[in-house]
C-alpha cells in the first residue's frame, strides 16, 4: 500500500458544490498537510496538523474547511468555490520531527471548478 | 522577502550529466530540500542539505553553499526517465512552512 494516498484523483464541482477531499497515511507520521499546486505559481501551504491540532492556517479562505479527525486521515472540505481555486491539491504527511521534516505526499485531487 | 530562484526549463541528452542550480534568499536557513515530480505524479524527496558540501546518493548529488545561498542538483548518467520537474525547497524556520522555487522542468532526449 502506498504511503500516502489521496482521493479522488479528480474532481469536477460547480460554484454551488459541497464536496470533500480526503488524504490517508499508513507511514505513522505525527503530521499532515494540504497544499495547492498551481501552475507558475510554487507550492502554497494550506494547513499543517500536528497531532491531530492545527498549527499553521495561511489565511485560507474559509471557503476551504480542513479536518483532521486522528493522526492517519485528513480532509479538505470544499463549499461554494470560485475558478481560481482550480488546482492540484496535495496531501503531505512528515515525522515532524527536527533533522527529519522531510515531505511524503500523496498524488493529488486534480480539482476544476467550473 | 523570501525568495528561491531555479531555472524554468532544461534540456540534456541520455547518457550526460546535468546541473540544476538553486539560489535562494530567506531571512533564516534550517535546511534545504530537492524534490523530483513527474507529470501528474507526487513530489518525491530527493535530497536534504543543512551543511555546506556536496551528498551523493547513487546518480543523485546535492551541494550546498550557505554562504552563497545556493545549491545544485546534480543527475549523472541520465535516463529517460529523469525527465521531471525538479522542485527546490528551502526550511527557513517558519513553523514547517517552507518556501518553494517554481521548479525546473528538466527534459532528456535520447
Known amino acids: 500500500e502506498t504511503g500516502v494516498t489521496q482521493t479522488p484523483r479528480h474532481l469536477v464541482m460547480g460554484m454551488t458544490n459541497k464536496k470533500s477531499l480526503k488524504c490517508e497515511q499508513h507511514l505513522g507520521h505525527n503530521a499532515m498537510y494540504w497544499y495547492k499546486q498551481s501552475a507558475k505559481k510554487p507550492l502554497e501551504l494550506m494547513f499543517v496538523?500536528?497531532?491531530?491540532?492545527?498549527?499553521e492556517n495561511n489565511s485560507v479562505p474559509s471557503r476551504f474547511s480542513p479536518e483532521c479527525p486522528n493522526s492517519s486521515h485528513l480532509f479538505l472540505h470544499l463549499h461554494t468555490l470560485q475558478p481560481e481555486d482550480s488546482a492540484l491539491y496535495l496531501c503531505?504527511?512528515?515525522?515532524?520531527?527536527?533533522?527529519?521534516?522531510?515531505?511524503?505526499f500523496g498524488s493529488g485531487t486534480q480539482l476544476s471548478v467550473l | 522577502g523570501q525568495n528561491i530562484d531555479q531555472p524554468t526549463e532544461m534540456t540534456a541528452t541520455e547518457g550526460a550529466i546535468v546541473q540544476i542550480n538553486c539560489t535562494y534568499q530567506?531571512?533564516?536557513?534550517?535546511?534545504l530540500f530537492w524534490y523530483q515530480q513527474h507529470a501528474g505524479e507526487a513530489p518525491t524527496f530527493l535530497s536534504y542539505?543543512?551543511l555546506d558540501g556536496l551528498e551523493e546518493k547513487g546518480r543523485f548529488s546535492s551541494f550546498l553553499s550557505r554562504s552563497k545561498g545556493y545549491s545544485y542538483l546534480l543527475l549523472k548518467e541520465l535516463q529517460m526517465k529523469d525527465s521531471a520537474s525538479y522542485l527546490c525547497a528551502v526550511d527557513a524556520g517558519n513553523n514547517r512552512k517552507l518556501i518553494w522555487g517554481l521548479g525546473t522542468s528538466l527534459a532528456v532526449n535520447p
Open positions: 530567506t531571512s533564516g536557513f534550517n535546511g
Open positions: 496538523y500536528s497531532l491531530e491540532e492545527r498549527v
Open positions: 542539505n543543512v
Open positions: 503531505a504527511s512528515s515525522q515532524d520531527r527536527q533533522g527529519d521534516e522531510k515531505l511524503f
